[in-house]
């Protein structure tokens, strides 16, 4: 009897366990049932336009002297990931909105444009490019705090354009153009999409586990497909909440459009953390989240170039999805489409 309770009891924590890694970081992100936990399956739609928008991107970059190779965003344009456990006693700051407008009123009802206590240790700092993201677990109570463009004013006190707090459970996802006031402010990405979404973690990678979805960026996202269009945003819901996309044209990538790596491109020449990944972008694909000045996908900052462990322990690994062309990717139809006036 002894022997069984113990039993039982081993088999749940293993279980319980196995939901986090040891630093207390959960192994799936996001709900089982969230898009950016569903694979593709077989046969989607690809988009009428797919190809026309992918040559164009291709066309673009190579006319405006850009490199148009498949990107990999790991030491800038991207957010570092930090953890702090707020049941020991945490560093609490302020932040405040430094444009003068409320915060979403998910996480500002009363339109302030501060929000106080939040765990930041004074350690913790943005992505080093103009839009400061920066994504802050807490592995207590296990919800992510996440802004862009923070910056430190001192210890206590930081500024920050947009704040998002929500709890690894979550599916990711806001209905877009969130109702109430403020929309624009919902989320941190371009998109409104959560910036952990999508986002290649080390831990998984060292792991040899990736199973989700990959956020994109890129240089042709989607404002409307028509100047005469009697809206002036469209978007690809759920995934996307809103958009910053500019681009006027039907050959575009709607923001919270889902991307696929081509199938039936060979991937077995790969050495094993490049195929991990080309393996996601054929089965999960990704999706289009933000501007960028490339076509690229996001992994985890870990340090200025040069000195982060991306490059010091698999950089010669992933470099090889540089050589993937970005014309092996397709574009798939978007099945619901939102517009806004
Ligand atoms: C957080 O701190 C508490 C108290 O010291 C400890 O029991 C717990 O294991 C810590 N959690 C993690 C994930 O480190
Ligand atoms: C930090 O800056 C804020 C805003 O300027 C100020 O109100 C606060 O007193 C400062 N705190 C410290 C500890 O310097
Ligand atoms: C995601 O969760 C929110 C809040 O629980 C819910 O309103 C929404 O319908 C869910 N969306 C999807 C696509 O599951
Ligand atoms: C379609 O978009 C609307 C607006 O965002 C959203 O409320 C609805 O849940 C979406 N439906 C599906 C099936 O994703």
């Known amino acids: 009897m002894k022997l069984l309770v113990s039993l039982i009891f081993l088999i749940i924590s293993v279980v319980v366990e196995s939901q986090f890694t040891s630093t207390g970081f959960p192994t799936q992100v996001l709900s089982s049932n969230s898009p950016w936990n569903t694979p593709i399956g077989n046969n989607p739609t690809v988009d009428p336009l797919s190809s026309s928008t992918v040559n164009r991107i291709y066309t673009e970059l190579g006319q405006g002297g850009l490199s148009t190779n498949f990107q990999l965003h790991y030491y800038q344009w991207t957010a570092p990931l930090h953890l702090v456990n707020t049941s020991l006693p945490v560093n609490r700051i302020k932040i405040f909105q430094p444009q003068g407008e409320g915060y979403h009123e998910t996480v500002d009802p009363l339109g302030l444009k501060v929000i106080t206590n939040l765990p930041v240790l004074t350690s913790f700092n943005p992505d080093p490019k103009l839009d400061g993201h920066m994504i802050v677990f807490d592995t207590n109570l296990k919800v992510f705090h996440e802004f862009s463009r923070f910056k430190w004013v001192n210890s206590t006190t930081a500024e920050a354009t947009r704040y998002d707090t929500f709890s690894y459970t979550h599916n990711g996802t806001y209905p877009a153009f969130v109702p109430g006031s403020r929309w624009w402010m919902k989320g941190v990405r371009g998109s409104g999409a959560p910036f952990i979404a999508g986002l290649i973690r080390f831990d998984e990678i060292q792991r040899g586990e990736l199973n989700h ?129």
Request: proline share 5%; aromatic share 10%; hydrophobic share 30%.
């Open 213 to 341: 979805a990959i956020a994109f960026g890129g240089p042709l996202n989607r404002q409307k497909s028509s100047a005469s269009s009697p809206w002036s945003y469209e978007l690809c819901s759920p995934v996307s909440s809103r958009t910053d996309g500019y681009v006027v044209g039907d050959n575009t990538i709607m923001e919270g459009q889902r991307i696929q790596l081509n199938p039936s491109y060979n991937i077995n020449s790969l050495p094993p953390k490049a195929k991990l990944i080309a393996q996601a972008l054929q089965t999960y694909g990704g999706y289009m989240v933000d501007n960028a000045g490339d076509f690229g996908i996001y992994f985890e900052n870990l340090g200025a170039s040069g000195s982060n462990q991306w490059e010091s322990q698999y950089g010669t690994d992933l470099s090889t999805l540089y050589n993937i062309p970005i014309t092996q990717f397709r574009v798939l139809s978007c099945s619901n489409i939102s517009t806004k006036v």
